[in-house]
Nanobody, 125 residues
Framework: QVQLVESGGGLVQAGGSLKLACAAS????????MGWFRQAPGKEREFVASISWSGTSSIYGNSVKGRSTISRDNATNTVYLQMNSLKPDDTAVYYCATSTTTRWARELSTYYDVWGQGTQVTVSS
């Protein structure tokens, strides 16, 4: 079983940047698709980004497209989410997730079967 631990969240001013990290431990990581999702208070969970097992393919949610970059380092079992030009609407708990059933970047949360505990991102105006 893979375990995921997110880090890098915090408080940042609008227009600033943050880089989230998700460290995986346990069984297979390098063969799995990885994703980032977020959930703001009172809102549904939202897709942020996903990356394929090799790191050569990635997709983004419309709300972060052009402002965020997902990457992974299979040597260290870590996936990253670089977020720039942050807005107050980006405030949410950000979750890392992995799929043990697909190698390819996916948007739907139903593809992901292991989730981290989340890291809080707060963007002040």
């Amino acid at each position: 079983q893979v375990q995921l631990v997110e880090s890098g969240g915090g408080l940042v001013q609008a227009g600033g940047s943050l880089k989230l990290a998700c460290a995986a431990s346990g069984r297979t990581f390098s063969g799995n698709a990885m994703g980032w999702f977020r959930q703001a208070p009172g809102k549904e969970r939202e897709f942020v980004a996903s990356i394929s097992w090799s790191g050569t393919s990635s997709i983004y949610g419309n709300s972060v497209k052009g402002r965020s970059t997902i990457s992974r380092d299979n040597a260290t079992n870590t996936v990253y989410l670089q977020m720039n030009s942050l807005k107050p609407d980006d405030t949410a708990v950000y979750y890392c997730a992995t799929s043990t059933t697909t190698r390819w970047a996916r948007e739907l949360s139903t593809y992901y079967d292991v989730w981290g505990q989340g890291t809080q991102v707060t963007v002040s105006s």
